[in-house]
T-cell receptor, first 111, second 114 residues
Framework: LAKTTQPISMDSYEGQEVNITCSHNNIATNDYITWYQQFPSQGPRFIIQGYKTKVTNEVASLFIPADRKSSTLSLPRVSLSDTAVYYCLVGASSNTGKLIFGQGTTLQVKP | GAVVSQHPSWVICKSGTSVKIECRSLDFQATTMFWYRQFPKQSLMLMATSNEGSKATYEQGVEKDKFLINHASLTLSTLTVTSAHPEDSSFYIC??????????FGPGTRLLVL
């Protein structure tokens, strides 16, 4: 199962772009990369998923280099409401569908 | 689409009692659901995998006789915390398996055992 490593915490200011990088050196061929957001006392919420190159949706972009050993979640123009914990997950396909959560990155957006 | 609900959202019980938590996939069928536990300031910890029509698979260190899981239909899985004790107080979250490794999470259930 691919282990992920993310920064424990990040600070930003409103209106800035935030990039959170996750390393997953032993990602398997069939593994997707999925990012979730969690607010206190709530279940995680799906943000974005990708396999390779770049994926963009209405809330974020996900950049994946050719070797797929890392990925970067990009949040454009963050607001105070983006303060949350962000989890990068890899490897459910090679682990009977199970997701193993790492510590995640606590993003604090300041006014 | 892909909404997962949990009931109750919070529960307070006395030590020694049993508590049942329901997890429902509202607009899709889920052959596999997962149960997690989360303590304050910590990440989610996978407890077990719930498969419709078969026995749950528990993670190492999780007592299957204490945390009873039943997945009786394609839209419902239940977690029963038997003989709950204060150390079982936690935030319990379920998820349902979606496509392409995506899981859809419920809102969580806060359990407080007095």
């Amino acid at each position: 199962l691919a282990k992920t490593t993310q920064p424990i915490s990040m600070d930003s200011y409103e209106g800035q772009e935030v990039n959170i990088t996750c390393s997953h050196n032993n990602i398997a061929t069939n593994d997707y990369i999925t990012w979730y957001q969690q607010f206190p006392s709530q279940g995680p919420r799906f943000i974005i998923q990708g396999y390779k190159t770049k994926v963009t949706n209405e809330v974020a972009s996900l950049f994946i280099p050719a070797d797929r050993k890392s990925s970067t979640l990009s949040l454009p123009r963050v607001s105070l409401s983006d303060t949350a914990v962000y989890y990068c997950l890899v490897g459910a396909s090679s682990n009977t569908g199970k997701l193993i959560f790492g510590q995640g990155t606590t993003l604090q957006v300041k006014p | 689409g892909a909404v997962v609900s949990q009931h109750p959202s919070w529960v307070i019980c006395k030590s020694g009692t049993s508590v049942k938590i329901e997890c429902r996939s509202l607009d899709f069928q889920a052959t596999t659901m997962f149960w997690y536990r989360q303590f304050p300031k910590q990440s989610l910890m996978l407890m077990a995998t719930s498969n419709e029509g078969s026995k749950a698979t528990y993670e190492q260190g999780v007592e299957k006789d204490k945390f009873l899981i039943n997945h009786a239909s394609l839209t419902l899985s239940t977690l029963t915390v038997t003989s709950a004790h204060p150390e079982d107080s936690s935030f319990y979250i379920c998820s349902a398996d979606g496509r392409q490794e995506t899981q859809y999470f419920g809102p969580g259930t806060r359990l407080l055992v007095l």
